[in-house]
């Protein structure tokens, strides 16, 4: 196992307190508990409350969106777990300003099992809570059963809108319609290339041969819809594109942002690579890609594959999408 | 130790010497971690035994709460809602018997609620379901509980038959046929130590 | 070979092409040239221009840090490969706005004998050429040595404190010298835990055994000073920035900035595990860690390992690391 | 084609009949390269040929230039480097022995330069500089070039007991004794296909 680690089952307190560390004027533990994290700076008056959560080892998921222009706290387990309740909990009466919360997180059983049980918490202590769930993994159930969809790198832009709208003043039903709307138009299809290592349980969980890979694996290494011997970089973009874009009816003259993710090992230069072929695709399909976000969103540990996020956006969506952000992870200008 | 508390021991115990076969049916359909699971329960119970008051619904739901502090995978999760619903529900009014059906139908309706999954899709409420008709067609807490205890081993034994649709088993389908669904077991286990 | 890739002997022609498709408003190719790239506003009147260039394979090294407050141009060289005089003559021309061009780069044989016939030929047809080159890493020769080691993540810190002053209109004298002086304060030790695969070749060009690592390795598998048995995050911690300590003869009431840098499949996760020691050290030293930048700065395509830098500061070299920049890789407020 | 361009492509084919010893003569101390690079090189020079203006100063920059665009790593720039700084001391007033001369002692010292090497540190200057010795010594060009041919040969030989300071050969220092340096080699085969 080729990590830099102490004790396996301190990997999460340990990268909790290097983040901590790292970022004191960007980020606070609630009731000192470190997987209880916001906003140094939350409550914001006024503002409506954006949590996430769910586990760890998919940096900068979860946490790393915490901050300006994007989520107020999250809620953090340990590697590929669901925090629990009571730390989601936590971090919804810390961001909650009486503008209500929104959770914003993948539909994982864990997940919303805890979240949903938090929410009720929370609505027993008068914080309205709205839910919205990251489903956008078209490999992981067919059209007319997207509610069992996982959610995967595509939350980033639900984060993106949903941050922008509440940054900028909507009221919780406004903030929810827009990122109902966000969650509506993204799809993401991905490919891994190898399985990962939990740092607790030393060898790799599933396998990818060398030489091999699986389109549509989940970034626990659920399993996908297709393995096969490792194809080009042209037949594998291909590949993933054509499946979001029948699944989200993409059309000549429709507009789109795309994001090209690394989950972990894949470096960006294979990224560009594949965007180059995405690029070709959508240009000959008369899409036009709006905006395009290249590097790490939501990795697998050091697991290598890469994932491909495709967003329709009418003017509003693309607004927030463009909107400023900062935070320890992610700042854009 | 009040007899509820030394109940819940009980409960514990089993819990922890089971794990061992938790672990195994959920490595073969799901990701294996249920055997811990099963011991973060067991550690939630005993936390909540600690701070017991004597107040059967005021426990229950320290019991949920604890529970759901210390195990949040999807089970410990739904294990945890099933006291924190029943705690709702129980009264000091009602007879031991009274207390202990109308505590199982809550805790039923609220995990089938919370997991929004139905009878026959393979999960733990596939134990649960027979095991509270049990209850409820028994006069006395004692025959109740044996009785349950059966129906839930045998509700158990039944989801080997069954396709799974949710938690990570639902990700393999058709493989995880054969065998028993891992919740299921740890159900029958709890009703085996109740009675 | 897990890579996402066509022909392998196009990667970096084909990386080329998809950078320049997601960033046409930043990026732009010299006479047609990919591998001579410049912000696209270049030259900006007035400023000294600021060119780097090197191999690829490194990314965000080198063609990343082209942007506002940091990089004018640069010239961009195959898999681990110098580009030729000739790419960086051109891109010294068009980022040249009568102020003169700083190259900083890493002391690398082949690039210094193309870059210095760069700036003999940019000499020839008038430009005022200066060379700083980055040298950061302290395993890779003894002190007294320095000239002789190579340069890897903490040139950074240079294209950081250069750009800046550029940016903020000083000469071409200044610049010189604030980037000299922040050369002399910067230094960088790293730990490599598996070897990389060059797209053309197909196989570990060099051996990192499983359970094992390599103190000081090179980003291209130059060989480091010690390779033993994988030790503890804190362990290796502590060996890296004791060596870095002693060289720079860090001590109490100095501050510091500090860079965890991954060479490309280690996770941040480890980074910050890793931090948390750096920084537990550094206070116990009295030391002051003024900033601190975890992630990919310079890497090595899919190589597992770390490397931490550190740049002691003054008031003027923090200020020039504080300011603001944005480039398609590197973005800061 | 020129005797000057006919010269120029028996050593461009020298460079690819022994790319295969550059390799690994590279292989074992450096990274494995030269051998591509001195392919790279007879690219550069046939594409200097084939914009041959007859002019001797002008074309041997040209030389220059396109090997430096073909050969970007370190042999190939220093080996341009030597085109470049020959092309700055030639003269059409010059004998060819003198030219030859003149052009290698430029070179050399343009190599010195730029590679910041010194005699004895296991490069391509330990071939070139008795080489040169031999150059200057003789009195006609023909003999000039033959014992030119010789001392690099024996110059090449004689690094496989040079320890490696320069390029990447120096990270393995010790290790690279006992084979000769690789770009010492490549001088060798230019000058016994220039005589
Ligand atoms: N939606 C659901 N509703 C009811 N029971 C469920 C549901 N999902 C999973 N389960 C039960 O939980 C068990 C697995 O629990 P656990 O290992 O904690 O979940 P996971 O690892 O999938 O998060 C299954 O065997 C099943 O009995
Ligand atoms: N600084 C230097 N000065 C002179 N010759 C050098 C220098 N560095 C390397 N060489 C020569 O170049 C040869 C290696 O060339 P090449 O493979 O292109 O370099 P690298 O792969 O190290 O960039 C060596 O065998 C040596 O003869
Ligand atoms: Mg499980
Ligand atoms: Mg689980
Ligand atoms: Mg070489
Ligand atoms: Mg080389």
């Given amino acids: ?333 | 130790m009040s007899e509820f508390s030394a109940t819940l021991e009980k409960v514990a115990k089993a819990l922890e010497n089971n794990s061992k076969r938790f672990e195994e049916l959920d490595s073969a359909a799901g990701d294996g971690d249920l055997g811990i699971t099963a011991g973060k329960i067991a550690e939630g119970i005993r936390s909540g035994i600690s701070l017991s008051t004597g107040d059967l619904k005021a426990d229950l739901m320290m019991l949920g709460r604890e529970i759901s502090k210390s195990a949040p995978s999807t089970f410990g999760t739904l294990f945890a809602t099933g006291f924190i619903r029943a705690s709702g529900v129980v009264s000091n009014e009602y007879s031991p018997l009274e207390n202990v059906q109308k505590g199982f139908k809550a805790a039923f309706e609220g995990i089938a609620a919370r997991g929004k999954a139905s009878i026959g899709e393979r999960t733990l409420l596939d134990a649960l379901a027979p095991a509270l008709t049990a209850l409820n067609d028994a006069s006395d807490l004692r025959s109740s509980l044996s009785s349950a205890a059966i129906a839930a081993r045998a509700g158990a034994k039944a989801t080997a038959e069954m396709m799974p649709r949710h938690g990570r088993a639902g990700w393999i389908g058709e493989r995880a046929k054969g065998l028993e669904d891992a919740g299921a077991n740890v159900i029958a286990v709890v009703f085996e130590a109740l009675q």
Avoid: W
Wanted: net charge negative; charged share 20%.
């Fill in chain 1, 1 to 333: 196992m080729q990590k830099i680690l102490n004790i396996p089952k301190e990997f999460v307190s340990e990268m909790l307190e290097g983040i901590l560390q790292a970022y004191p004027t960007q980020l606070k533990a609630v009731d000192g508990d470190n997987q209880a994290l916001t906003r140094a700076d939350a409550p914001i008056a006024g503002k409506v409350g954006i949590t996430t959560g769910g586990g760890s080892g998919h940096l900068p998921l979860f946490l790393g969106y915490v901050g300006k222009g994007l989520l107020d706290g999250v809620a953090v387990g340990d590697v590929f777990q669901s925090p629990t309740a009571d730390q989601m909990l936590a971090v919804t009466k810390q961001v909650n300003s009486g503008a209500g919360v929104l959770y914003i997180y993948g539909n994982y059983g864990g997940d919303v099992m805890n979240f949903d049980l938090a929410a009720e918490l929370a609505a027993a202590e008068g914080i309205r809570v709205e839910t919205i769930l990251g489903a956008d993994d078209v490999a992981s159930a067919p059209k007319g059963e997207e509610s069992r969809r996982r959610g995967i790198a595509g939350i980033f832009f639900l984060y993106k809108v949903a941050g922008a709208a509440a940054a900028a003043g909507k009221s919780l039903d406004e903030v929810v319609a827009i990122t109902k709307r966000a969650a509506a138009q993204t799809r993401t299809m991905g490919v891994a290339l190898s399985p990962v290592t939990l740092p607790t349980v030393g060898h790799p969980t599933f396998e990818v041969k060398a030489g091999e890979m699986e389109i549509g694996m989940g970034i626990h290494g659920e399993p996908g819809i297709r393995k096969a011997k490792l194809e080009t970089a042209d037949q594998i973009t291909t590949e993933l594109i054509s499946a979001i874009k029948s699944d989200l009816s993409l059309k000549s003259g429709d507009k789109v942002c795309v994001l090209m993710n690394s989950l972990g090992a894949t470096p960006p230069e294979e990224l560009y690579i594949m965007y180059r072929q995405v690029k070709k695709i959508f240009s000959g399909d008369g899409i036009d890609v709006a905006r395009v976000y290249v590097g790490e969103f939501a990795t697998s540990l050091e697991m290598a594959g890469a994932s491909i996020s495709v967003i329709r956006v009418d003017s509003e969506l693309l607004g927030y999408i463009n909107a400023p952000a900062h935070t320890p992870f992610f700042t854009q200008v």
